[in-house]
């Protein structure tokens, strides 16, 4: 049986370690409250970059589980670059069990086909968009026979 990983690295990159994506709200965001937390000050001292170039890191999702730069050294996911990250696929396994873990969200597969409300949290949390996460969440489970409709 599939686990919640697996679930995951399908929806949020098809399976591509290397996998980045921009986020430009979330980028302007951070420029806007002038972030300059210790999350940003990691990816300053870890890449040797400028405040402007820490930001963009910080408001990119990287590899397989398309964790966002911001969480990955605001809880102390990887202390590697971002780049080393992508080519380091227990690494990214490491960081995403960790992350589900601070946000008390590694849930089981089982756990999300019989309780709704757990995909949900899921959802939120680790995406932000309840609706449309969770229903990629229960299309994938279905899909691979996980849940019956």
């Given at each position: 049986?599939?686990?919640?990983?697996?679930?995951?690295?399908?929806?949020?990159?098809?399976?591509?370690?290397?996998?980045?994506?921009?986020?430009?709200?979330?980028?302007?965001?951070?420029?806007?409250?002038n972030i300059q937390d210790r999350a940003i000050e990691?990816?300053?001292?870890?890449?040797?970059?400028?405040?402007?170039?820490?930001?963009?890191?910080?408001?990119?999702?990287?590899?397989?589980?398309?964790?966002?730069?911001?969480?990955?050294?605001?809880?102390?996911l990887t202390d590697k670059t971002v780049f080393e990250?992508?080519?380091?696929?227990?690494?990214?396994?490491?960081?995403?069990?960790?992350?589900?873990?601070?946000?008390?969200?590694?849930?089981?597969?089982?756990?999300?086909?019989?309780?709704?409300?757990?995909?949900?949290?899921?959802?939120?949390?680790?995406?932000?968009?309840?609706?449309?996460?969770?229903r990629k969440i229960l299309k994938l489970l279905e899909?691979?026979?996980?849940?019956?409709?």
């Open positions: 049986m599939r686990q919640l990983k697996d679930i995951i690295k399908l929806i949020e990159s098809s399976n591509n370690p290397q996998a980045v994506r921009f986020e430009p709200l979330f980028y302007e965001k951070l420029k806007e409250k990691e990816i300053r001292k870890i890449h040797k970059c400028t405040y402007y170039t820490a930001l963009m890191i910080a408001s990119t999702s990287w590899g397989l589980f398309q964790i966002m730069g911001y969480n990955l050294y605001f809880y102390d990250f992508l080519f380091d696929e227990e690494e990214q396994e490491r960081a995403f069990e960790k992350f589900t873990q601070i946000k008390n969200i590694n849930f089981t597969v089982e756990q999300l086909k019989t309780d709704i409300e757990k995909v949900k949290r899921f959802a939120r949390l680790y995406n932000g968009d309840v609706e449309n996460y969770s899909r691979e026979n996980v849940i019956d409709v």
